[in-house]
């Protein structure tokens, strides 16, 4: 039986830039998971669209607010956040989405992860971590687990890796979880519970780079990966943020860690602008 | 368009210029501050924050001036007037996404109050000494405009200014001052809303599916959208084709059709061309006395302020000086110059830094005639006398230099030597 061309249609297509596939990722890599997962997410919580935005930084997933059709914008390596803090200023009524990667969020833009969430401004970041700067070509990055090679720790790396949801949780993140490429029911899910959520939320997906991570560390493909994935993770739903530090090809533990309540920055900022409208209580001059 | 009556604070004031600055911002309809404090430009913010709420305005303090400057960039496409203010060392770390703006062709104002010396310098001090890294600061090819106000009047008058040029262009727009205009009291007045013209963005009316956010018609500066209606943009620091997608072949090339404004390939060449096309009608100059001048003073900013001074007693002994201020320092009246190079003896550039906007007079004169040039190494304005010994020297100087010669101030002069026919660099 012939395919109708509604059932041709990848199911995906209204919410990707149809005209820009082929994309750029390697086979095996999981940014596509999370990218489909993200989707997912958007189709579940029938959102208008049009006000729908996606920030990007440099790098592998940084690419991705050029695959998702809608309001897009790829921009500088680490400053995604401090750009959608402006977006979302300048047109409110818009939800805006970090993705960007791990070295582009937690180290040259550490520092915007850490107040954005102190400020709980309504975000959602979705971190896809591969633990390595990719695009680059493999170097070692802030989340790189000990002893792990990559193209600059050629003898293993001895540094320590950063836990990403636990910055995320002490700067004041109100919902932190994280998932793996693998997980892909959960992470939808758990994107749409961030979406929702009021304030600051934030999603890490750990995800295979077949390319540079895997071949350095001789861990097979995409597939191998995500046996070790299915092999290795554990779920658990509020484990303390302390606990979920990875080793390099140790247990990774997932699930949602944070979900808590803190005033937002949108709620915080209305009543402050009612309250000084007329700029003659309070204030200082 | 006029501006709008709630946003302009009409009166006569007697405040600073970092606050003239804030002000006119707020008349121009700025609408979104990001911002980080610096010396000596943390006055503008606070006045900024302290009106917006009035006026509806936002004001976030980010947690660095590279973050600052992103948020500028997301607030303009979500469709608002966007500023922010800093000094050097905010300057330096904001060059990452001017490069952005400039690429993305994002319509947003940077106000720079120049400090003295490099690094921290001295914070509380003067200097213009920014000039260059204004326009070559950050990383390719591109054009800003950077304007250059002498007193807190103009900062009120150049912001609306900018703001106006930034709209029109899609460019960043650099407000050069220095902490000379930001800290300095003086009269500004504030005139009624009706007298303010403002440029509004010009978005576009097309067909929703056709839209491509860097097609352009012979203007060479394409119609904006803005996110949230609709248009599923695209925006990329990557270079890109009308379409805004990013091109991966390696040749940069513009693909030019007929009309010579089509551009299916690189829109890079479309950065610099669309403010060197349009660079008469950005430029605007002060002349004073050019028409019988042996010798032109060219300065901007604070320092054309100490120049006139000099002007005038030049011309009080009879000597035939000329004074040319630079309100729009880029993109460079590079025409003009070259014009009065070919009739006078020479022209005496002041300007607070070892020499920066010197070197581009000199490049227009073509070596028609004598470049001077009278330093400053920034912390105070020059003595006036300086500039005028120097006017002095170059109006009965008969040898024709090559290259720009320096006028050693009196001061650093007891300590480094130097006279009008030492060259520079020397």
Redesign the interface.
């Known amino acids: 039986m012939k395919a109708s061309e509604e059932e041709k249609k990848h199911p995906m297509e209204n919410l990707l830039r149809m005209d820009r596939i082929p994309h750029i990722w390697c086979p095996g890599c999981g940014i596509g998971n999370a990218v489909s997962a993200f989707a997912e997410a958007i189709k579940k919580i029938e959102y208008d669209l049009d006000e729908i935005c996606v920030v990007s930084g440099i790098g592998c997933t940084g690419r991705v607010a050029g695959y998702i059709k809608t309001d897009s914008f790829h921009t500088t390596h680490g400053r995604g956040i401090a750009y959608a803090t402006g977006v979302k200023l300048g047109n409110p009524k818009m939800k805006v989405i970090v993705i960007s990667g791990d070295g582009d969020l937690s180290a040259i833009g550490g520092n915007h992860l850490v107040h954005a969430a102190r400020r709980n401004i309504d975000l959602t970041v979705i971190c896809v971590n591969n633990f390595i700067y990719a695009m680059t070509g493999g170097q070692v990055a802030p989340t790189t687990p000990r002893t792990a090679f990559t193209t600059t720790s050629p003898f293993g790396n001895f540094e320590s890796p950063i836990n990403i949801p636990r910055l995320a949780e002490a700067a004041g993140a109100v919902y932190v979880a994280r998932w793996t490429a693998l997980h892909m029911r959960r992470l939808t899910d758990s994107i749409v519970e961030a979406l929702n959520k009021p304030g600051f939320s934030f999603v890490e997906v750990i995800a295979p780079c077949a390319m540079y991570y895997s071949r350095t560390n001789r861990l097979g493909d995409g597939l191998n990966m995500m046996k070790f994935y299915y092999d290795n993770s554990v779920i658990k739903h509020g484990e303390p943020t302390e606990n979920v530090d990875i080793g390099f090809q140790e247990e990774i533990v997932i699930g949602k860690f944070i979900d808590r309540e803190r005033p937002t920055f949108s709620e915080s900022l209305k009543s402050w602008q009612q309250e000084n409208k007329t700029g003659k209580q309070g204030g200082i001059d | 368009m006029k501006a709008d009556p709630r946003d302009v604070l009409t009166g006569t004031y007697y405040i600073d210029g970092d606050i003239a600055i804030a002000y006119g911002a707020l008349a121009a309809g700025c609408?979104?501050l990001?911002g980080y404090p610096i010396t000596p430009s943390t006055a503008a913010a606070e006045a900024f924050a302290?009106?917006a709420?009035?006026v509806?305005a936002?004001f976030?303090q980010?947690?660095?001036e590279?973050?600052?400057i992103?948020?500028?960039?997301?607030?303009?496409?979500?469709?608002?007037k966007?500023m922010t203010i800093t000094s050097g060392p905010g300057y330096s770390l904001m060059m990452?996404?001017i490069?952005?703006g400039a690429a993305t062709e994002t319509p947003f104002v940077i106000v720079n109050i120049q400090r003295g010396g490099p690094s921290t310098g001295v914070p509380t001090s003067t200097g213009q000494a920014d000039m260059m890294q204004s326009k070559w600061g950050s990383n390719g090819d591109y054009e800003v405009i950077a304007l250059a106000p002498d007193s807190p009047q103009e900062g009120f008058d150049f912001t609306v200014k900018a703001f106006n040029l930034a709209e029109r262009y899609r460019v960043p727009v650099m407000l050069m001052a220095d902490e000379c205009v930001g800290h300095m009291t003086e009269k500004v007045v504030i005139p009624d809303a009706s007298e303010i013209e403002l440029e509004t963005r010009r978005f576009y009316k097309g067909k929703k599916e056709e839209y491509k956010p860097f097609k352009r018609d012979k203007s060479l500066v394409p119609p904006m959208v803005?996110?949230?209606?609709?248009?599923?943009?695209?925006?990329?620091?990557?270079s890109h084709d009308e379409s805004g997608?990013?091109i991966l072949d390696k040749k940069l090339l513009p693909d030019l059709d007929k009309a010579g404004v089509t551009n299916k390939k690189s829109t890079n060449r479309f950065l610099v061309e669309k403010i060197r096309k349009n660079r008469d009608e950005i430029i605007e100059l002060r002349e004073e006395n050019l028409e019988d001048a042996d010798v032109i003073v060219v300065s901007y900013g604070i320092i054309s302020r100490v120049a006139y001074r000099a002007v005038d007693m030049a011309r009080r002994e009879g000597l035939k000086v000329g004074m040319l201020r630079l309100i729009t320092v880029w993109p460079f009246p590079e025409d003009r110059i070259a014009e009065l190079a070919k009739r006078i003896k020479g022209f005496v550039v002041t300007e607070i830094n070892y020499g920066q906007i010197v070197f581009e007079v000199d490049r227009c004169s073509h070596g028609k005639t004598n470049i001077i040039l009278v330093p400053h190494g920034g912390g105070s304005v020059h003595d006036p006398d300086d500039i005028y010994d120097a006017i002095k020297k170059t109006a009965t100087e008969k040898k024709r230099y090559q290259g720009v010669l320096e006028y050693t101030t009196s001061l650093e002069r007891s300590v480094f030597g130097g006279s009008m026919a030492e060259k520079y660099g020397k």
Request: no cysteine.
């Open positions: 609408k979104f990001g302290r009106k709420p009035q509806g936002r976030i980010i947690e660095d590279l973050g600052a992103a948020s500028v960039l997301g607030a303009s496409w979500a469709g608002q966007s990452e996404n490069g952005l803005k996110a949230g209606d609709g248009y599923k943009l695209y925006i990329t620091g990557l997608h990013p």
